[in-house]
């Protein structure tokens, strides 16, 4: 029977394939401040920019190309069973070929209803403009959960992390929550992994092994160890 393996990534997994990050650079994401664009106060205040901001981070979604990192990931399933969680809001864990991947942030290609966030569309590259309306008469928004929102999908994600045989951290700062703390609903006995050039401080957490690398070269390393020990 296959092993569980349950991954938590987060923006050093893209950063690989050109997508910007905003940890790191004194809180602004593409020169903006990240509040005013992630934020529901940003979006009441200036929606026309939150809207272009979204448009433009969704078609560089079609310049950039998945990196090793992500394709490591996906050859991962040949020998297990692998559930991804990402804190990213791009596709490329799904273009690099993994197939059970658990969005927690929203995800560019989709926009929701402003009113009701049940009503979620498939937009692919398509630009949100204001006047594109839901079927209830609202304006469409980013399907991208903003600080401050709820994390409507943490309840699975919990789930799965309970599962886990395996568990590995990879690209995240382990800093924004309720996702960080997922590392908490992992059994104690369970081999964990944090790939990561600056790994974040995980006191009194058990059975860690920290792999002081991008995500790339130490996601490789990690899958030839995986499979060569349990695949």
């Known amino acids: 029977m296959k092993k569980n393996i349950v991954v938590l990534t987060?923006?050093?997994?893209?950063a690989e394939s050109g997508i910007s990050t905003f940890r790191g650079s004194g809180g602004l994401w593409e020169g903006h401040d990240i509040m005013e664009v992630a934020s529901p106060e940003g979006y009441r205040k200036n929606p026309e920019l939150v809207l272009d901001f979204y448009n433009k981070r969704r078609?560089?979604?079609f310049e950039v190309e998945p990196n090793l990192a992500h394709t490591e990931l996906a050859r991962l399933e040949q020998y297990?069973?692998?559930?991804?969680?990402?804190q990213n809001v791009?596709?490329?864990?799904?273009r690099g070929g993994?197939?059970?991947?658990?969005h927690l942030h929203g995800e560019l290609r989709k926009a929701r209803s402003a009113?009701?966030?049940?009503?979620?569309?498939?937009?692919e590259s398509k630009p949100i403009k204001p006047g594109d309306l839901c079927?209830?008469?609202?304006?469409?928004r980013p399907h991208i959960v903003w600080f401050g929102e709820p994390v409507p999908l943490m309840v699975e994600a919990e789930n799965i992390t309970q599962q886990a045989d395996i568990f590995i951290v990879i690209g995240t700062?382990?800093?924004?929550?309720?996702?960080?703390?997922?590392?908490?609903?992992?059994?104690?006995?369970?081999p964990k992994y944090i790939i990561d050039p600056h790994i974040p401080n995980v006191a009194g957490i058990s059975n860690i092994t920290t792999i002081e690398e991008n995500a790339s070269t130490g996601m490789q390393k990690l899958a030839n160890t995986l499979i060569s020990q349990y695949g």
């Open 135 to 140: 079927e209830k008469g609202s304006q469409l």
């Open 90 to 94: 791009d596709d490329l864990h799904e």
């Open 115 to 123: 009113v009701d966030p049940s009503l979620i569309y498939d937009i």
């Open 80 to 86: 297990f069973n692998v559930h991804i969680i990402t």
């Open 173 to 190: 700062s382990l800093e924004v929550y309720p996702a960080a703390g997922l590392l908490y609903f992992v059994k104690p006995d369970t």
């Open 10 to 14: 987060g923006a050093g997994v893209s």
């Open 98 to 102: 993994s197939t059970k991947v658990l």
């Open 59 to 61: 078609k560089q979604l």
